[in-house]
């Protein structure tokens, strides 16, 4: 079946305008999480969804980090005046309630210059 | 909190040999422990898992983890490497609450040579 989507694959964006990135989890997980990879950090916790309660966002690194899930399904993450410290991989991941591990999306590169 | 070490950068390994891949942990309760490996330009892929019963845990592609509680350690392991196996390897952790965000190791560079 089909697995996590994500897009877009890569972005380029200029230092301070916003950017929007898009996840797509598995059909029917309820469980959905955005983390971040980068150079020298390794993979870090941003904000995490479960089913219909109130997102964990004690990971986002500041208030410019946002995220949404609609309608239980489809995520955006939104990151307001990029910075260059924001530049590295967004990892999407979706896992059901009756298995324990997360699958992921191949990522969206972010390069701000 | 919890936390995941992964002592070794890089780990290098001629093919056919056995290969192991260091992790220990730290968490509190019953801990769930995984490992993902992340090949060039992709995202990461599931191996393998403990969540509880037999300390030996077997995998994709051949590969197993031994579960040490007394070491709080899960290193991965291979009897016989594979080129193909050469990729970035994660160990992650999360407690026992339900779906809840993995805690992940640095990772581990394993490169097999022929």
């Known amino acids: 079946g089909a697995g996590v989507s994500q897009s877009p694959s890569n972005k380029v964006t200029e230092k301070g305008k916003d950017v929007e990135l898009r996840c797509d989890p598995i059909s029917g997980h309820t469980a959905l999480y955005w983390y971040r990879q980068s150079l020298g950090q390794g993979l870090e916790f941003l904000i995490y969804?479960?089913?219909?309660?109130?997102?964990?966002k004690s990971g986002l690194p500041s208030d410019r980090f946002s995220a949404e899930r609609t309608g239980g399904s489809v995520s955006t993450l939104t990151i307001q005046r990029t910075q260059q410290e924001d530049s590295a991989v967004y990892l999407c991941?979706?896992?059901?309630?009756?298995?324990?591990?997360?699958?992921f999306g191949p990522g969206t590169r972010l390069t701000v210059t | 909190a919890q936390s995941v070490a992964q002592p070794e950068d890089q780990v290098n390994v001629a093919e056919g040999n056995p290969l192991t891949v260091k992790c220990t942990y730290s968490?509190?309760?019953?801990?769930?422990l995984f490992w993902y490996v992340q090949y060039p330009n992709r995202g990461l892929q599931f191996l393998l898992k403990?969540?509880?019963?037999?300390?030996l845990v077997k995998g994709s592609y051949g590969f197993e983890a031994e579960f040490n509680k007394s070491q709080t350690s899960f290193h991965l392991k291979k009897p016989s490497a594979l080129v193909s196996d050469s990729a970035l390897y994660f160990c992650?952790?999360?407690?026992?609450?339900?779906?809840?965000?993995?805690?992940f190791g640095k990772g581990t560079r394993l490169s097999v040579i022929a």
């Open positions: 992650a952790v999360r407690d026992n609450r339900g779906n809840t965000p993995l805690v």
């Open positions: 991941a979706s896992s059901s309630i009756y298995r324990d591990e997360q699958y």
């Open positions: 969804f479960q089913g219909n309660s109130a997102p964990d």
């Open positions: 968490v509190s309760g019953n801990p769930y």
């Open positions: 403990y969540i509880t019963g037999d300390n």
